[in-house]
């Protein structure tokens, strides 16, 4: 007989919704979307998490003109505890970047300069999330993670992170489970 090998989830694509308990102070109350999940480790950017700082002010720093209406005032968002002197652009659609993560047929995390010229002066792509650093997990740490419930899971769901404001973003992905994150306990149990 041969052996059983233990199902792997995937969870490229999904929400990872900090629970009460979160003992990381990075992440404490967020929102991340996992941009890449696999046998190696995870990826992903926090999306609730706005720094004082305007895209303006960004490109000004790194001196990419920004000419395209209605980007200046987007706020910059810490994306995680990673690399955080690295701009990290969430975006939609998919596009060809130097250097672009395809997660799905819509949606790509790019890290590469290009992005951000085309944003100053075409305004395209037009849906973008620009982060300050990104998360990341080695081989099986978010599954440990998952296991000891710090982190609810849900698919990803683009309209969350484009369309509403970042203080709505996490009460939003909650309501997807049919959760309220103030009914959340601080401590889990196991069946």
Known sequence: MAPMETPTANFTHHFLIAM???ADPHFVRTLTYIAEHNEQGALGVIVNRPIDMTLATLFERIDVPLEA???????VYFGGPVQTDRGFVLHRPLGDWHSTLKVSGDVGLTSSRDILQAIGAQGE????????????WTAGQLEQELMDNAWLTVPADMSIVFDLPPEERLVAAMQKLGVDFANLSEVAGHA
Not at 69 to 75: K, L, M, S, T, Y
Not at 125 to 136: E, I, M, N, R, S
Request: charged share 15%.
């Open 20 to 22: 009460p308990n979160m």
């Open 69 to 75: 209406r209605g980007f200046d005032a987007h706020p």
């Open 125 to 136: 792509p037009q849906d973008v999330l620009v982060t300050l650093g990104y998360a990341g």
